[in-house]
Antibody, heavy 116, light 107 residues
Framework: QVQLVQSGAEVKKPGASVKVSCKAS????????ITWVRQAPGQGLEWMGW????????NYPQKFQGRVTMTTDTSTSTAYMELRSLRSDDTAVYYC?????????WGQGTLVTVSS | DIQMTQSPSTLSASVGDRVTITCRAS??????LAWYQQKPGKAPKLLIY???RLESEVPSRFSGSGSRTEFTLTISSLQPDDFATYYC?????????FGQGTKVETK
């Protein structure tokens, strides 16, 4: 069945970068976009951006523009999200999800902890 | 940016209750709205998309309605598995945003 499997937990120092992967299986990767959503401890869901797996088109909310880069590798059906200049308030669980409107399959989440 | 406001933030209910959660958009989003259920430590699960379409394998006690700026998620008879946090999400023009969430807890 359709699966999105994310990379493991990360611990980073303030100012560093993190790159999270999301490997898709059992569907035609290029037919759907991938979105990234994060959730800080005890908080709600925050949309970070979307990438078309078909042509690499991206859309980021203003909050993350200049600090986030989303890419895909169609040869391995893998999406990546890189967040730079990490701060303590970037500590969160980061999710990838499949879709172009609503998101029907989600990864298991990757905990990124930013701490000195 | 379009803002999504859910109410209530917390809802106390009992098994068998009819539960309604409201999501209001700061401007018209037509019918481009989805609802998700999230349990602690788990990824969100899609329940409803395009405001009223039930996702495959989601129990029929869940339903969605509304258009333009006001939308509702209804659970017709709350079951033990339904205690969770629910989020609305709008999508338009390749931008998305979530409501702040509604936690459904045991009365």
């Amino acid at each position: 069945q359709v699966q999105l499997v994310q990379s493991g937990a990360e611990v980073k120092k303030p100012g560093a970068s993190v790159k999270v992967s999301c490997k898709a299986s059992d569907y035609t990767f290029a037919s759907y976009g991938i979105t990234w959503v994060r959730q800080a401890p005890g908080q709600g869901l925050e949309w970070m951006g979307w990438i078309s797996a078909y042509n690499g088109r991206t859309n980021y909310p203003q909050k993350f523009q200049g600090r986030v880069t989303m890419t895909t590798d169609t040869s391995t059906s893998t999406a990546y999200m890189e967040l730079r200049s990490l701060r303590s308030d970037d500590t969160a669980v980061y999710y990838c999800a499949r879709g172009n409107g609503h998101f029907d399959y989600w990864g298991q989440g990757t905990l990124v902890t930013v701490s000195s | 940016d379009i803002q999504m406001t859910q109410s209530p933030s917390t809802l106390s209910a009992s098994v068998g209750d009819r539960v309604t959660i409201t999501c209001r958009a700061s401007q018209s989003i037509s019918g481009w709205l989805a609802w998700y259920q999230q349990k602690p430590g788990k990824a969100p699960k899609l329940l409803i998309y395009e405001a009223s379409r039930l996702e495959s394998e989601v129990p029929s006690r869940f339903s969605g309605s509304g258009s333009r700026t006001e939308f509702t998620l209804t659970i017709s008879s709350l079951q033990p598995d339904d205690f969770a946090t629910y989020y609305c999400q709008h999508y338009i023009g390749y931008t998305w945003s979530f409501g702040q969430g509604t936690k459904v807890e045991t009365k």
